[in-house]
């Protein structure tokens, strides 16, 4: 097998799944006899016939396992599978094109570790979500936050013992990213769509207007992580880069109107007082990287980060920080 679709399921019926496996279906200039699918099954009811399975022109194997979240069943998937290449979809998505697959395995004919695609979110009102004029498209192009749109070399994760971690269940896919784009020299980018991030109407991280307001604390978690992993990994010059990263990251979303309006105050509360954990725990490496380097990193995130909303800084970034450590004092 030269391609394996790893799919991690929970309670989704064979109906989420199915636009995904028809999307596959539809795939031109491909030979199906070369493409696996590989659906685990993570506790949960999820129940997929094998008539519903026996339509498809490509292998599917389906197993069930324990319910242990969303990174380690990830992972399950990866040791079934014994494909040369492995892409990770999630089951309520779909490829884009009918050619989406053809420039996969294009690319997969050059070779690479890991393949990093632009790829397609499909967003809608959450107040109006049914109404077809709510509905945008949007091209999201060099990405290292979500698991759309990469596949991998499947002996490269195994060389360098790149696997999702199974603490992380919110915000995983950026820890699993960034160590796979990092830990090798041989990773392409593509500029062609060819995946879908579908809208569904119970997605939660879709339709609830404050799901980043809830969840941050996850994305700290993850890039904690992710440090560690660096650190452990004796590549601490990541291990600064993206300590740095967080710490502007952090600092400018404060300054995102929703962040400020006092009605999210408790939200902001607890993601201060979860950074200022980390904080103490990486101040080290934040202190000793270079200001040009800083600065530099500021520069991205603090672009991106006006484009998102941002507002004019409220406060300097070290009186930010005099502020978090005062928290940290005070708990």
């Known amino acids: 097998m030269k391609l394996d679709i790893l799919i991690p399921m929970y309670n989704e019926d064979k109906m989420v799944v199915k636009p995904l496996l028809d999307s596959i279906a539809l795939q031109q200039n491909v030979d199906f006899n070369d493409i696996g699918v590989i659906?685990?099954?993570?506790g949960g009811t999820s129940e997929i016939p094998d008539s519903f399975i026996s339509q498809y022109p490509f292998f599917i194997e389906i197993h069930k396992e324990p319910h242990r979240g969303v990174s380690a069943t990830r992972n399950a998937c990866f040791d079934y599978s014994k494909a040369d290449y492995v892409m990770f979809c999630d089951c309520d998505d779909m490829f884009y094109n009918a050619c989406g697959l053809w420039i996969?395995?294009?690319?997969?004919?050059i070779g690479f570790d890991s393949l990093v695609s632009?790829?397609?979110?499909?967003?809608?009102?959450?107040?109006?979500?049914?109404?077809?004029?709510?509905?945008?498209y949007t091209n999201h192009e060099m990405d290292s936050t979500f698991v759309?749109?990469?596949?991998?070399?499947?002996?490269?994760?195994?060389?360098?013992?790149?696997?999702?971690n199974d603490k992380l269940t919110i915000h995983e896919d950026s820890y699993f990213n960034i160590l796979a784009q990092n830990m090798s020299e041989d990773v392409k980018y593509c500029p062609t769509p060819f995946y879908l991030w579908k809208w569904r109407d119970d997605s939660v991280c879709r339709h609830d207007p404050k799901y980043i307001l809830k969840t941050y604390n996850n994305l700290i978690d993850s890039n904690d992580a992710l440090v560690d992993e660096f650190l452990?990994?004796?590549?601490?010059?990541?291990?600064v880069f993206y300590t740095v990263s967080m710490v502007f990251d952090?600092?400018?979303?404060?300054?995102?109107?929703e962040w400020i309006d006092q009605e999210n105050q408790?939200?902001?509360n607890k993601t201060e007082e979860r950074?200022?954990?980390w904080y103490k725990k990486h101040k080290e490496m934040w202190e000793n990287c270079p200001g040009n380097d800083k600065m530099m990193i500021s520069n991205q995130i603090r672009s991106r980060s006006i484009m998102e909303g941002m507002q004019m800084e409220a406060m300097t970034i070290d009186n930010w920080l005099n502020h978090i450590e005062t928290l940290r004092k005070e708990a």
């Open 250 to 257: 952090a600092y400018y979303l404060m300054n995102k109107p």
């Open 104 to 109: 996969v395995f294009r690319e997969m004919n």
């Open 232 to 239: 452990r990994r004796d590549r601490k010059d990541k291990a």
């Open 275 to 277: 950074f200022a954990e």
């Open 118 to 136: 632009s790829f397609i979110e499909e967003s809608r009102n959450p107040e109006d979500p049914h109404n077809p004029e709510t509905t945008n």
């Open 39 to 42: 659906i685990c099954i993570d």
């Open 148 to 164: 759309h749109g990469k596949v991998h070399k499947r002996q490269y994760l195994i060389d360098k013992q790149i696997r999702w």
């Open 266 to 268: 408790e939200y902001r």
